[in-house]
């Protein structure tokens, strides 16, 4: 058994079993998990998909997950925890620019189990970059921790690149129109640019009349484009207040509402609880989380 850990706040760890073991650690943010080698089937909230050489799975916050071993497994852990978002001051990143490409991956990612990866080249891509982290990561000295967020960085995107070419996204029974999905994709690039988000913009966009915009959104999504541009906007005031130290008014401002006060008033209309309720539950849950059994 190997296990190695990258200085904080990346964790990556590579580890060989052949009986799986609940894991002592918590998932505040998420976790790539790569399979080097074996067989068996993951298990995320109780729902099981095959596993083998070359499987990548993502593990969000607070599912519960586990691997039922047919074959012994070697496994690699690469966890993005929150501490990149709180203390990137000794590195050279973009603190706003790494949390909005992460928290894109947790609100577009729609957490069926399965492998995320849709290309054999992303594969290799993501087998050569782990591999470099995990050499990078025995030596914790300044010049190693900067290539270990630049790799992370490459991740980052070839993530967010399966994850657009997926369909991740949650749409009608038996819809066949491509628009939809590029439309869904276009509205979360830019779920922080509200001027792209007007009927006029979208019509244009997509070539379509203002006032035909809303009637298909809502025939596709079974969702009206207002309300959804909404609940994409709060999954992501979600991720900020469990995972960074944003204060409400830069999360208000980000992301297009009025003021601290209309970002509290919308999130307790639709999440059903207190911003301050909801922190309170979500620590309490990253505090008790356990992984799930087969």
């Known amino acids: ?26 998932n505040n943010f998420f976790e790539l998990v790569l399979i080097k080698e074996g067989e068996g089937t993951q298990c995320i909230n109780y729902n099981q998909n095959f596993y083998n050489k070359g499987s990548v799975f993502l593990l969000p916050p607070l599912k519960c997950h586990s691997f039922n071993i047919k074959k012994p497994t070697q496994f690699v852990f690469l966890k993005f925890t929150d501490a990149i978002f709180k203390t990137t001051n000794r590195m050279a ?21 399965g492998d995320i990866i849709k290309n054999d080249v992303d594969r290799q891509h993501l087998d050569k ?18 290539l270990i967020v630049s ?27 491509e628009r939809i999905t590029k439309m869904l994709t276009y509205i979360n690039e830019n779920i ?23 009637e298909f959104f809502r025939k596709q999504i079974n969702l009206p484009l207002r309300e959804y541009i909404i609940k994409a906007k709060l999954k992501l005031v979600e991720i900020r207040l ?11 401002d980000d992301l297009g509402f009025t003021d601290v006060s209309h ?24 505090l008790k989380r356990n992984t799930c059994t087969i």
């Open 263 to 286: 970002l509290s008033k919308t999130f307790k209309r639709y999440v059903g609880t207190s911003i301050r309720d909801f922190k309170k539950q979500g620590e309490y849950r990253l």
């Open 93 to 113: 990143i973009d603190r706003n620019e790494w949390f909005k490409e992460s928290a894109y991956i947790l609100s577009n990612y729609n957490q069926l189990p």
């Open 1 to 26: 058994m190997q296990v190695l850990e990258a200085y904080k706040p990346f964790e990556i760890q590579e580890i060989k079993l052949s009986e799986w073991k609940q894991r002592p650690v918590k």
């Open 192 to 214: 922080h640019r509200p001027e792209l988000l007007k009927i006029d913009n979208l019509a244009n966009t997509f070539s379509m009349s203002p006032t035909y915009v809303s």
């Open 129 to 146: 970059l782990t591999s470099i982290i995990l050499q990078e990561s025995q030596k914790n000295n300044n010049e190693s921790i900067t």
């Open 151 to 177: 790799l992370m960085a490459s991740i980052l995107e070839i993530l967010i690149r399966n994850i657009k070419k997926g369909n991740f996204f949650e749409l009608a029974q038996n819809n066949t129109d």
């Open 242 to 252: 469990l995972n960074s130290d944003f204060t409400l008014t830069e999360i208000a």
